[in-house]
């Protein structure tokens, strides 16, 4: 049965570089934003696509708020571990003392995923975040995962942890940090793909980890890129047959009918891809289509937005 995004606090977008996770995160977030739900979409440490879409400049470590209701953030590892050191030794004296130590940033450099448990520690915080009135300042966390390798020991990170320090108030932190990955109250991780052929494969091993070792509640699987069906059959008989009988002194002509061929051969390509998910994956499935677009900008977003709304009411029809 599909779950329902918009009730879970933290959603991770998850999937192989460059397949759309950024797009499809704002465009979550864009859907959130207009159902009232106040929404924070968190980078981590990369380049900010998020503002972009939005029409606006990066800003780094800090909220801003893109759309209304939904804020952006870039997670960077320096200020996350400066923010985090000052809650917990509640001193600016004593934070310097311990953690603008050399000997200790110098350590601190050297311990493999250290940085990353920061980034990931932020975003936790986030999830617990109180406004004033005790309510919580984020209904909607939106996670936008580093690709795939870089995202799965990401989330195995509290888990890694805990098997070398089960006891003491930093196995507390990260065991909380583990509960809410694995809280499928709060928690989604969602994957995005494209309908090719590394990027299929990738997310085959991606869901594996995700079911076998990590058990993290499983979301959507989004198909990005979808070319459309530009002919019908009847006119794809015509296709093939026009370049049958067209002689090569028909340059421009010719160029045409393969310019079309070729569109539907990778139409073709995509659609045996699509089965293939569809075959080995039983995620509940939202397909993005392709657009022609020279610029990614909230009117490509909100397109996007609009076809998730429908096909996510079309899946939880289906599941009623
Ligand atoms: N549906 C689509 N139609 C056309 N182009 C798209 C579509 N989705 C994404 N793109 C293009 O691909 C680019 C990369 O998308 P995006 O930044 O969301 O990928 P990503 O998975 O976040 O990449 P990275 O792993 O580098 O963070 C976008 O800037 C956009 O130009
Ligand atoms: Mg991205």
Redesign the pocket.
């Known amino acids: 049965m599909a779950p329902n995004l918009f009730e879970k606090r933290f959603v991770i977008v998850a999937g192989k ?2 397949v759309g ?3 499809v ?1 704002a465009a979550l977030g864009l859907v959130a934003a207009r159902r009232g739900l106040r929404t924070c979409i968190a ?1 981590l440490n ?1 380049r900010e ?1 998020a503002p972009l879409f939005f029409g606006k400049p990066p800003s780094g470590y800090a909220y801003q708020e893109i759309y209304p209701n939904l804020f952006s953030i870039n997670i960077l590892p320096d200020p996350a571990l400066r923010e985090y050191g000052l809650m917990k030794l509640r001193f600016e004296r004593v934070y310097k003392l311990v953690f603008e130590n050399e000997a200790m940033k110098r350590l601190l450099k050297v311990i493999p995923g250290m940085n990353e448990l920061f980034l990931l520690g932020k975003a936790f915080n986030m999830e617990r975040e109180k406004r004033r009135d005790g309510r919580p300042l984020w209904d909607l966390i939106i996670v ?1 995962a580093p ?1 795939t390798g870089h995202g799965v020991s990401l989330l195995r990170l509290p888990d890694t942890i805990l098997k070398v320090a089960d006891a003491g108030p930093m196995a507390e932190e990260v065991g909380a940090m583990r509960d809410l990955l694995l809280d499928p109250r709060r928690t989604l991780v969602n994957l995005v793909t494209l309908p090719e052929e590394m990027p299929v494969r990738e997310t085959f091993e991606l869901a594996n980890q995700l079911e076998g070792q990590l058990r993290m509640p499983k979301g959507f699987l989004f198909v990005n890129g979808i070319w459309p069906e530009l002919l019908s059959e009847t006119d794809q008989g015509l296709v093939t047959a026009l370049d049958a009988v067209l002689p090569p002194s028909e340059v421009r002509a010719r160029a045409g009918v393969e310019g079309l061929a070729q569109m539907l051969e990778r139409r073709r390509f995509q659609e045996a891809h699509l089965t293939e998910l569809a075959d080995h994956m039983p995620w509940p499935r939202v397909e993005l289509p392709y657009l022609f677009r020279e610029r990614f900008d909230l009117s490509a977003i909100t397109l996007l937005a609009d076809t998730l709304v429908s096909q996510l009411q079309a899946l939880e029809g289906k599941a009623a």
Request: with cysteine.
């Open positions: 570089g460059g996770k950024s797009v995160c980078e990369t696509k936008d690709a």
